[in-house]
């Protein structure tokens, strides 16, 4: 039986953050919320041609909701759908919306895996982020979730955000591998139109974000959680041996997902889809072969052990070195993907300049 992966998007927040171009809405009413789950509950098929590894609660700030609603949204996928037993499930949270009580629902209700949105742990920069939790309500969180049982955690990094030094990202970086999540991701900020920051940074009330001082935290990053024990195993994540997110994973590598709540997203037979207001889901496209092997490619190079050729030949009956001899040959010429056991990966110069191979597979 096919795998297939399942995301929820829960649309509501307490507030936008200043960077957030993501849908969402703050201060949405009782009422508002309520029509949305019902509808959301009803939006739910099940496929028994497929069984979910995993199933990711995004947003949004799905922890803002009560946890009623969520634990109410998990129970009827594990209604219509058949979920292996090891599954991967898990729940986007923000520290200042956790309480003992939800945690403990989350947990009962099946939920293994806590990803929490931290940044920062510097109260002075959360503020410019416009996060409305503090550092140590960070602290508390993560202790409320252990103390509800969760042995699966991620945290969320941002770094090269204007104004941050990499004195602060380091200090935060130090204290986050002593609290000891099972996962870390850490991004570079990416400066969306249409937010706030980007206002902001055009206004010139905030500094443009320096590329260098990005590269020099990403690379502290890189140097401090390998000798903390987490591995690489993409761009920006992190993990102790084990513990690599199964739902990301599966984006990266072709696994094919289906998207419920509005504008979540689905990639199922061959096809894109986008769920509209009304929470149906709407054809995108239709995606060939052609372009299902470039995303893939793409994607794959994503990964610190690239794409997998085997599977890329379980899935498109080719190998991808054939397929992509000359881009390939280009590449490695660069210097910027080496030869490795499953095919090629990026090479040090290449996770630097990763969207210049991303490009040749667009």
């Given at each position: 039986?096919?795998?297939?992966?399942?995301?929820?998007?829960?649309?509501?927040?307490?507030?936008?953050?200043?960077?957030?171009?993501?849908?969402?809405?703050?201060?949405?009413?009782?009422?508002?919320?309520?029509?949305?789950?019902?509808?959301?509950?009803?939006?739910?098929?099940?496929?028994?041609?497929?069984?979910?590894?995993?199933?990711?609660?995004?947003?949004?700030?799905?922890?803002?909701?009560?946890?009623?609603?969520?634990?109410?949204?998990?129970?009827?996928?594990?209604?219509?759908?058949?979920?292996?037993?090891?599954?991967e499930i898990t729940l986007e949270a923000n520290p200042g919306t956790l309480t003992p009580g939800k945690l403990k629902a989350y947990k009962d209700a099946g939920f293994n895996r806590l990803s929490m949105g931290v940044q920062s742990l510097n109260d002075e920069?959360?503020?410019?982020?416009?996060?409305?939790?503090?550092?140590?309500?960070?602290?508390?969180?993560?202790?409320?979730?252990?103390?509800?049982?969760?042995?699966?955690?991620?945290?969320?990094?941002?770094?090269?955000?204007?104004?941050?030094?990499?004195?602060?990202?380091?200090?935060?970086?130090?204290?986050?591998?002593?609290?000891?999540?099972?996962?870390?991701?850490?991004?570079?900020?990416?400066?969306e139109e249409e937010t706030p920051l980007y206002d902001a940074i055009e206004k010139g009330d905030l500094p443009k974000p320096s590329d260098e001082d990005d590269r020099e935290m990403y690379r502290m990053a890189c140097e401090k959680l390998k000798a903390a024990g987490y591995e690489q195993y993409e761009i920006s994540n992190f993990a102790k041996p084990g513990y690599e997110s199964i739902h990301n994973t599966g984006y990266w590598t072709g696994v094919p997902y289906i998207g419920y709540g509005i504008a979540a997203a689905s990639y199922i037979d061959g096809k894109r889809l986008s769920n509209n207001e009304d929470l149906l889901p709407m054809l995108e496209e239709r995606v060939d072969k052609e372009t299902a092997e470039k995303e893939f490619m793409m994607l794959g190079f994503r990964l610190t052990k690239g794409p997998d050729s085997k599977r890329f030949f379980e899935m498109f009956g080719e190998g991808y070195e054939e397929k992509f001899a000359e881009i390939l040959t280009g590449l490695e010429n660069k210097k910027l993907i080496d030869k490795c056991e499953t095919g090629y990966r990026l090479s040090a110069k290449g996770i630097d300049f990763a969207n210049e191979v991303f490009g040749e597979f667009i």
């Open positions: 039986m096919k795998e297939i992966e399942i995301y929820i998007h829960i649309p509501y927040c307490v507030r936008k953050c200043r960077y957030c171009d993501f849908l969402s809405y703050a201060n949405a009413s009782c009422k508002e919320k309520k029509t949305y789950f019902e509808k959301l509950a009803d939006s739910i098929r099940g496929d028994s041609n497929y069984v979910v590894r995993s199933v990711f609660f995004g947003g949004g700030t799905p922890s803002s909701v009560d946890a009623e609603y969520i634990c109410g949204i998990l129970e009827k996928i594990k209604k219509e759908y058949r979920i292996k037993d090891n599954a920069l959360l503020k410019t982020m416009g996060r409305i939790h503090t550092a140590e309500e960070a602290r508390q969180g993560f202790k409320m979730a252990r103390e509800a049982g969760f042995d699966n955690i991620n945290t969320d990094l941002i770094l090269g955000y204007p104004t941050q030094t990499k004195k602060m990202f380091g200090e935060t970086l130090d204290e986050i591998i002593e609290i000891r999540p099972e996962h870390i991701s850490a991004y570079s900020l990416i400066v």
